[in-house]
């Protein structure tokens, strides 16, 4: 019973906390930035400001959730839910708003892998169910978040989205204070690097580069430019696949294991990667964004479970999990909008496939290991 409460606690946490946050930067961000006379290569540093954060803070975070418990570490990205909104109203130029950014950004940094990890604490043999259904949970808010936020902008300016990021914020960090307190058996910092994490990780890292690539790019295809709502409803729709898709694809891992899922959902992306470098008509478009969403889905839902299953540090081996994610998300866009939408969907792709070829060498390999061994 008192696990059950404290999952739909931290569901309700994980809600609020990706609705306020996305909330504060689509479509709010940009639209703020502008009213304060940034110029696009302002606002493009700035937005990318929270991600470097990321970077850095997930497996600090991680590795300090093993030290000090994971509910310390939650208190203190529920106080950051609540303050850096009101930040907002000090920045006033560039640097100031990359500050705010950074500092916001640091609030979902610690969130996401000490959540996860708590998670895992409390459902070690069904971690994969219900870490998807966290993932659901994120995922509603922020898909629920550029709604709001623009609705609210258009009505009643962005000082009121500001004071709401922030009261979704002030609930996260009460709610933080009834969370059960877990992790905390590191007794004092230790590190050490694992190939196996570096090859689950590299995974994710392929699949947020396609996801950013796809977000950032699909409202350019040529058939889409002149429809901005329709590009829109096919994200919304993406979004919306993967929160009902993640909790079934966590039990199908726990049932079944965590390669086969992997493998299965990784193929999904590349497939979809190679229809979007060759799609000609909206109709790939959308087959390749559903199959992209299913597939992502299906490997996600294993690899964060996995990855806390191959470290006895689940807080540190999720915080790196998040800190390559982050990477590959930061590279996505980068990697398109240089190679071209051919090319740089396709070696997305392909980089995924090489991603899946490596794990599943080494899986092989520890397999061969073992029976050795015995």
């Known amino acids: ?19 306020g946050s996305t909330m504060s930067k689509s479509p709010t961000l940009p639209l703020y930035a502008r009213s304060i006379g940034l110029g696009n290569e302002a606002i493009g540093l700035v937005a990318a400001a929270s991600t470097v954060t990321g970077i850095f803070v997930n497996f600090t975070s991680g590795l300090l959730s093993d030290v000090y418990g994971r509910k310390k570490l939650l208190k203190m990205s529920g106080f950051v839910f609540l303050s850096a909104p009101l930040l907002y109203f000090l920045a006033g130029d560039a640097l100031t708003l990359a500050l705010v950014r950074i500092y916001y950004g640091v609030a979902t940094a610690i969130f996401v892998p000490v959540s996860f990890a708590l998670i895992s604490d409390i459902y070690p043999h069904k971690k994969g169910t219900f870490m998807g259904l966290l993932s659901s949970s994120t995922l509603i808010g922020r898909a629920l978040a550029p709604l709001l936020a623009g609705g609210i902008i258009y009505l009643l300016g962005f000082s009121v989205v500001f004071l709401l990021c922030s009261m979704t914020g002030l609930l996260v960090f009460v709610l933080t204070f009834r969370f059960p307190d877990t992790g905390g058996e590191l007794q004092r910092f230790e590190l050490s690097f694992s190939w196996e994490l570096l090859l689950i990780g590299l995974l994710d890292a392929a699949i947020y580069m396609a996801y950013q690539g796809i977000e950032t790019f699909l409202p350019l295809f040529y058939y889409l430019q002149d429809r901005p709502w329709l590009s829109g409803m096919i994200l919304a729709v993406e979004v919306a696949i993967m929160a009902v898709v993640k909790p079934y694809a966590g039990y199908l891992s726990d049932r079944i294991g965590r390669t086969k899922p992997i493998v299965i959902g990784m193929s999904i992306v590349g497939l979809a990667m190679l229809v979007f470098s060759l799609s000609d008509s909206l109709w790939l478009v959308v087959f390749a964004a559903v199959a992209f969403s299913v597939g992502a889905s299906i490997s996600e839902a294993s690899t964060k479970p996995l990855a806390a299953e191959v470290s006895r540090l689940r807080g540190t081996a999720l915080g790196f999990l998040e800190s390559i994610k982050d990477i590959g998300q930061a590279l996505g866009p980068v990697l398109v909008g240089f190679l071209g939408f051919r090319i740089g969907f396709a070696f997305i792709g392909l980089f995924g496939m090489a991603s899946l070829a490596l794990f599943l060498f080494a899986v092989g390999r520890n397999k061969v290991q073992k029976r050795e061994g015995d």
């Open 1 to 19: 019973m008192a696990r059950s409460r404290a999952l739909h606690l931290i569901l309700i946490a994980g809600f609020f906390a990706i609705l």
